[in-house]
């Protein structure tokens, strides 16, 4: 299947920013608000590995149990990956970042600034209130090193812009079946929202869905949904494609449960809030098993998927701690389930691959 999208790779992103003078601000896994960074003219660029970077740098700074992702990043840092970064923001989503936060601002205190941000385990509206102020807090933390007051109308402007992005992302995923993509390239341009403007973003959705076919695709064999953390490392998607499956969901945290809600409040550091707290159901988000596994029989039901594999990262609790019910519920369900566990900091093993062709064979 042809690119005719032109996918830009985030090497050519961060080059770019480059050399236009264009600054960007580095930011660790899961949740915060884009909108709130490019208020400060500042460029989101996540960081979800990268994958298959050498752990060396970081391991004496981390426990031997720390996850990969955390591993890779560090390491990157450390290794002067993100010396060009204006700063480094490290949301608290899970205990091993939280880590990571200290491990900055304690031991290695690097020349960019690093930030952190907390985010909140519930949805209550005291919880929207706490959040909300923690982004105050932050745009005065960005506010120091930009030497810019972003106005609220100027706020507003830029969380509806990411807003229409979220909403062309769930179009693309709603037409997945119909869009004439391997679930590598299908990824490669999901994942682009990690690191291109909201408006680039939306505009290469839009192009996509003006490309699909009108009639579902005919080589979807088997339709899977996909759950856990990051789809990494990346070639298991290729395995994916040769053994005739498709991901018509996506349930991973960097992308589907990253589909925040459009929100109105007058208030733009409570819209932000209340829209991320308003995501899909997330381990990261404290929610229940059961609205986890209410959220997969939804999607695995409207989208007719035949099964749910959860690609999870090696260490990643967060997670592991949802999966022995969320499979039992969905196997209960007639929903076949595989979990893959995977190091982002090594190539795909031969064992995956092969644990991956069977699952395919066995749905059919
Ligand atoms: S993979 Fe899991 S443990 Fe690691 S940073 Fe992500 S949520 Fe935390």
């Given at each position: 299947?042809?690119?005719?999208?032109?996918?830009?790779?985030?090497?050519?992103?961060?080059?770019?920013?480059?050399?236009?003078?264009?600054?960007?601000?580095?930011?660790?896994?899961?949740?915060?608000?884009?909108a709130?960074?490019?208020?400060?003219d500042?460029?989101?660029?996540?960081?979800?590995g990268?994958?298959?970077y050498?752990?060396?740098?970081?391991?004496?700074h981390?426990?031997?149990?720390t996850?990969?992702?955390?591993?890779c990043?560090?390491?990157?840092?450390?290794?002067?990956?993100?010396?060009?970064?204006?700063?480094i923001i490290?949301?608290?989503?899970?205990?091993?970042?939280?880590?990571?936060?200290?491990?900055?601002?304690?031991?290695?205190?690097?020349?960019?600034?690093?930030?952190?941000l907390?985010?909140p385990?519930?949805?209550r509206?005291?919880?929207?209130?706490?959040?909300?102020?923690?982004l105050?807090?932050?745009?005065?933390?960005?506010?120091?090193?930009?030497?810019?007051?972003?106005?609220?109308?100027m706020?507003?402007?830029?969380?509806?812009n990411?807003?229409?992005?979220?909403?062309?992302?769930?179009?693309?995923?709603?037409?997945?079946?119909?869009?004439?993509?391997?679930?590598?390239?299908?990824?490669?341009?999901?994942?682009?929202?990690q690191?291109?403007?909201?408006e680039?973003?939306?505009k290469l959705?839009?192009?996509?869905?003006?490309?699909?076919?009108?009639?579902?695709r005919t080589?979807?064999?088997?339709?899977?949904?996909i759950?856990?953390?990051?789809?990494?490392?990346?070639?298991?998607l290729?395995?994916m494609?040769?053994?005739?499956l498709t991901?018509?969901?996506?349930?991973?945290?960097?992308?589907?449960?990253?589909?925040?809600?459009?929100t109105?409040?007058?208030?733009?550091?409570v819209r932000?809030?209340?829209?991320?707290l308003?995501?899909?159901?997330?381990?990261?988000?404290?929610s229940?098993?059961?609205?986890?596994?209410?959220?997969?029989?939804?999607?695995?039901?409207?989208?007719?998927?035949?099964?749910?594999?959860?690609?999870?990262?090696?260490f990643?609790?967060?997670?592991l701690?949802?999966?022995?019910?969320?499979?039992?519920?969905?196997?209960?369900?007639?929903?076949?389930?595989?979990?893959?566990?995977?190091?982002?900091?090594?190539?795909?093993?031969?064992?995956?691959?092969?644990?991956?062709?069977a699952?395919?064979?066995?749905?059919?």
């Amino acid at each position: 299947m042809s690119d005719p999208l032109n996918i830009p790779s985030r090497k050519e992103v961060l080059s770019d920013y480059q050399s236009s003078g264009q600054d960007f601000v580095a930011v660790y896994p899961i949740h915060y608000h884009r909108a709130l960074l490019r208020a400060h003219d500042l460029m989101p660029v996540e960081l979800w590995g990268p994958s298959q970077y050498s752990t060396t740098s970081a391991d004496a700074h981390l426990q031997a149990y720390t996850c990969s992702v955390v591993r890779c990043g560090l390491s990157f840092a450390l290794d002067g990956g993100l010396e060009k970064a204006r700063a480094i923001i490290v949301p608290h989503s899970c205990d091993s970042l939280q880590g990571l936060g200290s491990v900055f601002l304690d031991f290695i205190q690097p020349k960019t600034p690093v930030l952190t941000l907390y985010v909140p385990r519930g949805r209550r509206e005291m919880d929207v209130e706490f959040f909300a102020r923690e982004l105050m807090a932050l745009d005065k933390s960005l506010a120091k090193i930009t030497g810019k007051r972003p106005s609220e109308k100027m706020l507003h402007s830029f969380i509806d812009n990411e807003q229409k992005a979220d909403s062309a992302m769930e179009a693309v995923l709603n037409n997945r079946i119909r869009i004439p993509m391997s679930n590598r390239q299908f990824y490669e341009l999901m994942r682009t929202r990690q690191y291109v403007a909201a408006e680039k973003f939306e505009k290469l959705a839009r192009d996509t869905l003006e490309s699909m076919q009108q009639d579902n695709r005919t080589d979807c064999s088997h339709k899977l949904v996909i759950s856990g953390l990051v789809p990494e490392p990346a070639e298991l998607l290729s395995v994916m494609d040769d053994a005739g499956l498709t991901v018509v969901w996506d349930d991973t945290a960097c992308i589907g449960r990253r589909i925040y809600p459009e929100t109105d409040d007058a208030d733009p550091y409570v819209r932000m809030a209340r829209s991320i707290l308003g995501a899909p159901p997330d381990s990261a988000l404290g929610s229940s098993v059961e609205a986890r596994l209410a959220h997969l029989l939804d999607l695995t039901r409207n989208k007719q998927a035949q099964g749910v594999v959860f690609w999870s990262v090696k260490f990643c609790e967060p997670e592991l701690f949802y999966l022995p019910q969320l499979s039992r519920g969905l196997e209960l369900a007639g929903i076949r389930t595989l979990l893959l566990e995977v190091d982002i900091s090594e190539p795909a093993s031969a064992q995956v691959q092969t644990r991956l062709e069977a699952f395919a064979e066995s749905l059919t």
